[in-house]
């Protein structure tokens, strides 16, 4: 039986809205027995690892209302755009 062995790969965003980079750590599993298709994602924690990734992105060291459900309505107010 061959071992399996995990990759691990930073993901690193250098244009953040603090100017810092952000890093996305992802992780793999290679099985070398599969052949061609190797290397498969670790899918536990990734989504969350994912949503704090693009919050530091765009929202720096700010906290972010985690609690919003996708379906809950978002008013910005009104803006008049002119080309």
């Known amino acids: 039986m061959l071992e ?3 990759i691990l790969i930073d993901l690193i965003q250098e244009r953040t809205i603090l100017g810092q980079p952000a890093s996305l750590p992802l992780r ?3 099985h070398p027995e599969t052949g ?3 290397s498969r994602e670790v899918m ?3 989504n969350d690892g994912v949503k704090e990734f693009n919050d530091r992105l765009w929202f720096g060291d700010e ?3 985690l609690h919003a459900a996708v379906t809950d309505v978002c008013d910005g ?3 008049q755009v002119t080309a």
């Open 28 to 30: 793999f599993l290679y």
């Open 4 to 6: 399996m062995k995990e």
């Open 36 to 38: 061609s298709a190797s």
């Open 44 to 46: 536990e924690r990734r």
């Open 77 to 79: 107010g009104r803006a």
């Open 63 to 65: 906290k972010v209302p």
